[in-house]
């Protein structure tokens, strides 16, 4: 595959909640949501969680750079990274920063305006050098990045809204929808819809159907619930993601044998971890 046709997603952070390094985290990984999505050498990033400063030393001293944010919502553990986003930093670089949950009359950069303000924060938004543009949408909307690029989107339920993300490349698809809460009826039908026949569908399994009995109303999913709506919508590949920060890596491992049973080829996102649409066995960094 030449580089223009490269499509692939790299997970720099896969918990959910609140950051949870620990030996007993070091193999899945303690960081909070961000992804990495290479379209053709293009880059779009999925979260600016605690993994966004990994993310952002790893493009140090690299060419002039152009991205897209993608945020699924706001809450603070998918927006705490972005301080630390050396990027961000380089007055030869760019952003777009894509929000599409907020109500009427909230704005992106307010609400960053806000995160980095005293008391909360030493220095605020103008601190970073980088172009940054800051574009609302309405989740459902089709969003315009790169040529080639499509990317369809559609509002999730959780608590002060959040987005889902369907990225279309080169025929292949890759789904990001973190930060859902499932239907106890039928499989949301808006989202069958965005995730239909996606090759990849990487999907909030905050809790295992247990653990959901008492957590109901939180915002989140269950991987069980995650292969019943991959299974609806004809799914490639299904990822586990957004780990409940209380699940170490031996209770992880047991959510990986489960899922590959219940559903051959699915997986359980890690740090570092590659996925490339029809590709057999997952990679690393």
């Known amino acids: 595959m030449s580089a223009k046709d490269d499509f692939f997603v790299r997970f720099w952070g896969v918990r959910g909640s609140i950051a949870c390094p620990a030996p007993n985290t070091v193999r899945y990984g303690g960081n909070t949501s961000t992804l990495e999505v290479r ?22 001293g690299g060419a002039k750079l152009h991205a897209h944010m993608l945020l699924s919502h706001t809450h603070l553990d998918h927006i705490c990274g972005m301080p630390f ?12 920063l894509w929000a599409g949950h907020l109500p009427e009359g909230h704005k992106i950069r307010d609400v960053l305006a806000q995160m980095m303000a005293p008391p909360l924060f030493p220095v605020p938004p103008d601190i970073f050098k980088a172009e940054m543009t800051f574009r609302d949408f309405r989740a459902g909307e089709t969003i315009n990045t790169y ?13 002060n809204g959040a987005t889902g993300y369907r990225i279309e490349y080169k025929g292949q698809s890759i789904c990001y929808i973190t930060d859902h809460e499932h239907d106890r009826g039928p499989c949301d039908a808006v989202l069958v819809d965005l995730i239909r026949d996606a090759d990849i569908v990487i999907f909030d399994a905050t809790f295992t159907d247990d653990e959901y009995t008492r957590c109901a109303g939180m915002g989140h999913s269950t991987w069980q619930e995650g292969v019943r709506i991959c299974d609806e919508a004809n799914v490639g590949r299904y990822v586990v993601f957004h780990h409940n920060p209380e699940h170490d ?20 996102a890690r740090e570092g971890l590659v996925l490339r649409p029809g590709q057999i066995e997952p990679g690393g960094v």
Do not use: W
């Open 85 to 96: 986003f050396q990027p961000a930093y380089n007055a030869e670089n760019s952003f777009d």
């Open 39 to 60: 379209c053709g050498g293009e880059l779009l990033i999925l979260d600016a969680g605690t993994g966004l400063r990994y993310l952002g030393n790893s493009l140090k």
């Open 249 to 268: 890596d031996d209770f992880m491992d047991g959510i990986a044998r489960d899922v590959a049973a219940a559903r051959p080829g699915s997986v359980v």
């Open 147 to 159: 040529a080639g690029v499509r990317i369809r989107t559609a509002p999730l339920n959780h608590p």
